[in-house]
């Protein structure tokens, strides 16, 4: 009965997970999309940029024996009247070069989006898995946290938290505490939407068929969460997390630039910002405009692959 | 034979995809009487309710309908505009799905979507359309049809919301029925009270029905005539006895012997090998041929040819004669 | 023979009422549903007992309950001897746990579309800590396909291909009793004699006891050795295959046996069945079939028939004889 096999002999090898990612309708879709490359490739670009500063960045801005106050607001590829350097992006007040403290206000940018949607990520799925595979009470209060938490808004939380934070950790350790505060922040105000997403993909797949399998077999309601549920409700979750990050990032800096977030000795893009307005109406706009612009095309980008993302794993939600 | 209801002549449906052109219905023809029930039958990806789509215009692109014509009562209507086939369907094709809840609009009562689609197509007035709705929900069998009107689709049973989705359809008097799966959602007896239904509509009314269905039995109770798909094409037509009982095509007689039936007891059933192959991967020639015991050298090379018996045909090399053994 | 499987006034209710605050703003009471009322039967080992009904009669509930997916109400579930809902000793209740099996309905349902169709197969085996070497492949290869597939994801194969797997899973802790819940209604009639023929080879091979779920007389036929016909959550009769299909006692079983499409009969006028299933939230009292009955007397109407052996058929009615 060897006849009903669809595959012939010399395909005896099984297909790698490469393989088979390559040759996918998903990855088929993503070769026809042009917005989803370019955005794909820009986010790519600014990751690694990120990654490598140190070794792309042409000066530390924070070390500050390498700072010459002479060369404070350069403007940007003009050589600077005293010393004749010239910064493509120009120079802040201090003479630090925006370049520069673009690529490393980046870093912290994306460090701190990233791991704020991990954090809210592990969170969502761990409480939304376990609401909808539990249900009954553990379900009822989960969601009802989850209710509550979304009548106030993200920044607001965020604030909340940051608040409370600063006021228990000792003066001399909150500029190190701040990043992770920030992550906490973030990542709290943005859970429930990975919460409520796991809980209904759990209850429709926690009815099928193959989980019943494993209930027979005697698997526990761990191993049926984990191994079972959690590989197949992770598509959604994946297209949340993406989308995430670009708000997690804005989120970022729109703490920064109310002055609650990043410290100025490890500045993020929002605080790029925020420094820069100060410099806007005296006329030395590339301080304010290059970090701006660098924040506007990250978001932009993370965002418009997330939307791409979410049709191509979800054709109906188009 | 009386002047088709429907006829449909060398029909071909196709889907373009990445991987190539796809062809779900290729090269099917058959006419349809009035008065006439014939049954489509084929398993899942023969391509009959593909047909029956294209025939009602509602194809969901890319795919089309690439070659052949549909005539309805002498009207060409392959080519014809969306506007134009909404304004057909109903008045001269009714359609019955396997999902009653789908051709029902769940937020009206069942009475106001009788008279809407009355209004829509016949030339009559409120008062006498809302007469007939209740008329119609009689015919079809609904006790206490005058209250029931009032009522909105989900508080009925499966059974009585496929008979208010019967009357639906045949309420603009269409010539042409098509039933796509009508009684495959619903239990053994209520199915057995909507074929019968059916059946007493067609015979008192002079409808002709496309009755789409994987389920031989009720081929075999309700269909006169019964056109046989494989792989997008028509492996037999004929009237019902016949195929059923004395096929002509290997596949019919396959499909046969695998029913379980009553008077086999409880010996073996005759399997065919394999399954349906997949419209991406169609072998050359007779599609049949892999799994096909009579199959030779020549099936994988070109289509089988049509034989007619009378007023039936079979598209095959090695036809198995009347006396119908393999 | 020896008894696999005894079940005893069997009961399932089922709690279908609103959520609390839409009983309290339309001041309705609880609602309850009773899917199984007190259905007893046995099954005999290496034999295959077939349960038909339509929707709602309870006869899936009745699988689960089997299997251990639920528990009953009321009533017992006894597999050679041991109640799983009672037993106490841990030890025991795996040991039978381990003897029972069950095949689904969805074939696209039923396994997990993430893992590898190796990984399937041997997970019985495998979440108990057993040895799985080459076991995977030894079963794909008895349940008719090729060791080579076992490497593949569920989607590369055909709804039948799926079904073997199923079976193959099913197989793999070597059990004793499988309870077949509509093992082959997704699939084409093609395919279909595919599966109920390995089925039935697999039966004899490995001495396995069936519980056979299904709504298709004509499948229920082919395969059973007993049958037993519900109707709203209550066994109204049982017997052999033979007895029931030429002679069945019980008028709901008359009922389904002319309403089924038979193949060989073209072109039959025959009335078709009056009214439907009654809402099993309110079912009729007595005897649930009186409304549609065409014997049906006043007794009907107020005594819950019992079940009665006539010639070894089993029925509940007041009228058969």
Request: glycine share 8%; net charge negative.
């Amino acid at each position: 009965m060897a006849e009903l096999s669809s595959q012939t002999p010399e395909k005896v090898v099984e297909r790698s997970r490469l393989r088979v990612a390559i040759d996918s309708d998903f990855a088929w879709q993503f070769r026809k999309s042009p917005v989803a490359i370019v955005s794909a490739v820009v986010v790519t670009i600014m990751v690694l940029a990120a990654i490598f500063a140190p070794l792309i960045a042409p000066y530390d801005p924070f070390d500050p024996g390498s700072l010459n106050l002479m060369n404070g607001f350069s403007r940007p590829m003009t050589p600077n009247a005293f010393t004749q350097e010239v910064f493509w992006l120009g120079t802040d007040d201090q003479g630090r070069d925006v370049f520069s403290t673009i690529l490393y206000g980046m870093r912290i940018s994306l460090f701190v989006g990233a791991a704020a949607v991990l954090f809210a990520m592990v969170l969502g799925i761990t409480l939304g898995l376990l609401a909808g595979y539990a249900g009954g009470w553990t379900e009822t209060i989960i969601m009802r946290v989850a209710d509550v938490q979304l009548t106030f808004p993200a920044i607001l939380v965020a604030m909340l938290i940051f608040g409370i934070a600063k006021g228990i950790t000792p003066v001399e350790y909150r500029d190190q505490m701040a990043i992770w505060v920030l992550i906490i922040a973030i990542g709290l105000s943005d859970w429930v939407q990975f919460a409520r997403v796991v809980r209904g993909a759990t209850l429709v797949e926690k009815n099928k068929e193959y989980v019943q399998a494993a209930r027979l077999i005697g698997r526990g309601s761990g191993a049926i969460m984990l191994r079972h549920i959690l590989p197949n409700v992770l598509s959604p979750v994946l297209v949340i997390a993406t989308i995430s990050l670009a708000l997690a990032i804005i989120a970022e800096a729109t703490l920064s630039f109310l002055g609650v977030g990043a410290p100025p000795t490890q500045p993020s893009l929002g605080t790029l910002i925020r420094i820069g307005q100060g410099f806007l109406f005296s006329g030395e706009w590339w301080i304010l405009l290059f970090p701006a612009l660098t924040l506007l095309t990250l978001a932009l980008s993370v965002n418009l692959l997330g939307d791409w993302l979410r049709d191509a794993l979800n054709p109906r939600l188009r | 034979m009386k002047e088709a209801v429907l006829s449909i002549r060398d029909l071909t449906v196709e889907i373009p995809t990445r991987h190539g052109i796809l062809r779900p219905v290729d090269g099917v023809s058959y006419d349809i009487a009035p008065g006439e029930v014939l049954g489509v039958v084929g398993e899942s990806g023969a391509g009959k309710s593909m047909a029956g789509n294209a025939v009602i215009g509602l194809l969901t692109p890319p795919a089309h309908i690439a070659g052949g014509e549909i005539v309805v009562n002498g009207q060409r209507i392959d080519q014809l505009t969306g506007e134009a086939m909404r304004r057909l369907r109903g008045k001269q094709i009714g359609m019955v799905f396997q999902d009653p809840l789908t051709s029902l609009n769940p937020l009206l009562r069942i009475g106001d979507q009788l008279t809407e689609t009355m209004l829509a197509h016949l030339d009559i007035s409120r008062t006498e359309a809302e007469e007939r709705a209740v008329a119609a929900l009689a015919e079809v069998g609904i006790p206490g049809a005058a209250e029931r009107v009032n009522s909105y689709p989900h508080e009925f049973s499966g059974g009585m919301r496929q008979r208010v989705v019967i009357a639906l359809a045949l309420c603009a008097e269409p010539s042409l029925i098509i039933a796509d799966e009508p009684t495959t959602a619903l239990d053994v007896s209520v199915q057995a009270q909507i074929i019968a239904l059916l059946k007493r509509l067609c015979r008192d009314r002079g409808t002709a029905i496309m009755l789409i269905t994987h389920d031989m039995g009720v081929i075999a109770e309700a269909a006169d005539r019964v056109a046989v798909m494989y792989a997008g094409r028509l492996a037999e037509l004929g009237p019902v006895r016949e195929v059923l009982m004395q096929p002509h095509h290997p596949y019919t007689a396959g499909l046969m012997g695998s029913t379980p039936l009553a008077s086999r007891g409880k010996d073996r059933l005759h399997q065919i090998p394999g399954a349906m192959p997949r419209l991406d991967s169609l072998p050359g020639g007779c599609a049949f041929h892999p799994r096909c015991p009579r199959a030779a050298a020549r099936c994988s090379s070109a289509p089988g040819p049509l034989i007619t018996d009378g007023d039936g045909r079979a598209a095959c090399w090695f036809p198995l004669d009347r006396e119908g053994v393999a | 023979m020896t008894g696999m499987v005894s079940i005893r006034n069997l009961t399932r209710v089922f709690d279908v009422s609103k959520p609390w605050i839409n009983r309290l703003v339309e001041r309705r009471p609880k609602a309850w549903l009773t899917a199984v009322s007190d259905v007893s039967f046995e099954i005999e080992e290496k034999t295959v007992y077939a349960l038909v009904g339509e929707s709602g009669s309870g006869k899936s509930t009745i699988g689960k309950m089997l299997v251990g997916l639920l528990d009953p109400t009321d009533g017992s579930v006894e597999i050679r001897g041991t109640d799983l809902a009672r037993e106490t000793d841990a030890a025991k209740v795996d040991a039978v746990r381990r003897d029972i099996q069950m095949i689904f309905q969805d074939p696209f349902a039923s396994l997990n579309p993430r893992w590898r169709v190796r990984d399937i197969i041997v997970e019985p085996v495998a979440a108990r800590g057993g040895d799985t070497t080459g076991m995977a492949e030894r079963l794909l290869e008895e349940v008719g396909l090729s060791a080579r597939d076992a490497g593949k994801f569920p989607h590369e194969f055909s709804g039948g291909q799926r079904q073997r797997i199923c079976i193959a899973r099913a197989l793999a802790s070597g059990p004793k009793l499988i309870v077949c819940d509509e093992p082959t209604s997704a699939l084409d009639v093609s395919v279909q004699a595919q599966v109920l023929n390995l089925m039935s080879d697999l039966k004899d091979q490995l001495g396995l006891t069936y519980l056979f779920i299904s709504h298709d007389l004509t499948v229920v036929q082919h395969m059973a050795d007993r049958i037993g016909v519900l109707y709203l959550g209550r066994l109204v009769e049982e017997a052999g295959p033979d007895a029931l299909f030429e002679n069945p006692r019980h008028p709901y079983t008359q009922m389904l046996l002319a309403a089924a499409p038979k193949l060989d009969d073209f072109g039959r006028e025959v009335p078709p069945p009056t009214g439907e299933i009654p809402d099993p939230i309110n079912p009729p009292p007595g005897c649930a079939y009186h409304p549609r009955c065409p014997l049906a007397e006043d007794i009907c109407k107020k005594e819950r028939p019992v079940m009665r052996t006539i010639e070894g058929t089993r029925v509940a009615c007041h009228m058969a004889e």
